[in-house]
Every structure is written in structure tokens, then in C-alpha cells.
């Protein structure tokens, strides 16, 4: 199992070319992760390292970001959950993990949403509900974004040094995010968009089991916001990782995956 490599592939959705990432290990469940804003899919290097040969992985980089992004296409972010289905429909994947950090966690739900039957577990890292318990997120997101805008539209080295800053709390970390955060440009933003049509009020627990990661150096608006989901998701887990900021994944990789590897496993039990 030492062959297992990363495969780039290709579909069409709506007559354009969308390219998405690949670490084929057949008759493995899958794990579909999904980068947070303004890095791409390389901030999961060291799950890609750890989980490669007890799961089949699937990565993308998403709209506006990553190396392999074109700024002439039209597919946005609000299209993502459907070409999440395409990719799992092209490669004969009946369902899947999903993996989520920051907005990425956002996405992992909007398509647990849409294609329920499709899903096996969602794990957010950094995130919050798309459902419940986020009014207060959201305003304070708002008003970070008005922060960003600042920073993006004078100098976008003082931007992805500030994002960089902000989202991970170890060198090793922001070292990572720093990668992958050097192809997003201004433009990108445009490829942001129809996100809010992910945001759907729900009162009912979610009908698939629910990790939540946060590190413990994390805004403690979201800290709080963590805490409120646990309470309301009765089934759900959540782990607070020592040591970690907003992006747990790659501040403390191993304690990261050694979590996530325990509630998959526990998915399986189930």
C-alpha cells in the first residue's frame, strides 16, 4: 500500500472543467475534505500522510482558490455541493466523510443538507452550524470580512500575512497555510459567492454523526458558538485541542488525526 499517490482528475459540470484531487485506495470508505478559506488543499498534508492508506481521500481546491483554479469560470462556491456529488457519482462512491475547516466545514454541511444519503459523518474544524446556534458567528464574521477588505484592497501581502496570522497559532502551521494561501488573489472573491443560500434554520438534530474540533487558542466567539452546537446535538462530539488555533488540523496534526481517526472509527461501529 506504499503506491498510494495523489491523482489529479478532471470533470465537466455545466460545460466547464473542474479539477479535483484523488488518493485512490479501492474497497477503503472515503474521506472527502474540504480547506478552509483562502488556502487550498495542501493545508491537509498531514491527513493526506496519515489516513492514505486506511481510507480513499478525495480533495478539491474550491472556487477562487488553489493552483488550479481559472478566474474565466462561472462555478462558484453555491455550486460546490453539487459538484461534490458529481465527483463521488464519477468515481462510484455511494457515500462519504466529510472533513470541513473553517469554511470548508460550511460547505461539508451544505451538502450533507442537500444530499443526505450521501453522507456518513461530517467533522468541522473551526466551523459552525449552518442550522442553529450562529447569529452571533455570523455578525462577527461580518464584520471580520470588512477587516479583510481593508487589508486585500491596500496590500495583499499585508492580507495573507494577516489570515496567516489569525488562523493558525504554531510556525509549523502558518508555514503550511502560507503555502496555499499565495494563489488566491483579489479576484477571487468573486468565485466566493452564494454562500448565504447554505444557511438554512433547522430546530431538528442533524441525521449524521457530528465531530467538532476546535483548538483551544481559537476566537472565543467561536469557542462559545462550539459549545452552544454541542449542547443542541445531543449525538455529536466535541474535542478541544491544547496547543492549536483556528486551523487545529495543522497546528497539532497529530492529535488532530488521532481524534478524527477515533470518531471515524466509532462511525463504523455505529
Not at 138 to 149: I, N, P, S
Not at 165 to 179: E, I, N, P
Not at 211 to 236: C, M, R
Request: net charge neutral.
Amino acid at each position: 500500500m506504499d503506491n498510494v499517490e495523489k491523482k489529479t482528475r478532471t470533470l465537466t459540470f455545466n460545460n466547464e472543467r473542474f479539477t479535483y484531487f484523488i488518493m485512490a485506495n479501492e474497497g477503503k470508505e472515503t474521506i472527502l475534505m474540504l480547506h478552509p478559506a483562502f488556502a487550498d488543499h495542501t493545508i491537509f498534508q498531514q491527513q493526506m500522510d496519515h489516513f492514505k492508506h486506511s481510507y480513499q481521500i478525495i480533495l478539491v481546491d474550491l472556487p477562487g482558490h488553489g493552483s488550479c483554479y481559472s478566474h474565466s469560470s462561472t462555478i462558484t462556491m453555491k455550486e460546490i455541493p453539487d459538484v461534490l456529488d458529481q465527483i463521488l457519482s464519477d468515481n462510484n462512491i455511494a457515500a462519504c466523510h466529510l472533513l470541513g475547516v473553517s469554511m470548508g466545514s460550511l460547505i461539508a454541511q451544505a451538502f450533507a443538507e442537500r444530499y443526505p444519503d450521501r453522507v456518513k459523518s461530517v467533522s468541522i474544524v473551526g466551523g459552525y452550524s449552518i442550522h442553529k446556534a450562529n447569529e452571533r458567528i455570523m455578525k462577527a464574521q461580518r464584520r471580520e470580512g470588512l477587516k479583510w477588505m481593508l487589508y486585500f484592497l491596500f496590500s495583499m501581502k499585508k492580507f495573507r500575512a494577516y489570515i496567516t496570522t489569525v488562523s493558525c497559532h504554531t510556525d509549523s502551521g502558518r508555514a503550511l497555510l502560507a503555502q496555499g494561501i499565495q494563489h488566491f488573489r483579489r479576484k477571487s472573491f468573486s468565485a466566493m459567492s452564494g454562500m448565504n443560500t447554505f444557511f438554512i434554520k433547522k430546530d431538528t438534530p442533524m441525521p449524521y454523526p457530528l465531530l467538532i474540533v476546535l483548538g483551544e487558542h481559537d476566537l472565543k466567539i467561536i469557542l462559545e458558538g462550539a459549545n452552544e452546537l454541542h449542547a443542541l446535538e445531543k449525538q455529536s462530539q466535541l474535542v478541544v485541542l491544547p496547543g492549536a488555533g483556528h486551523c487545529a488540523n495543522v497546528d497539532t496534526p497529530d492529535a488532530f488525526n488521532h481524534t478524527l481517526e477515533y470518531f471515524l472509527s466509532s462511525c463504523a461501529i455505529k
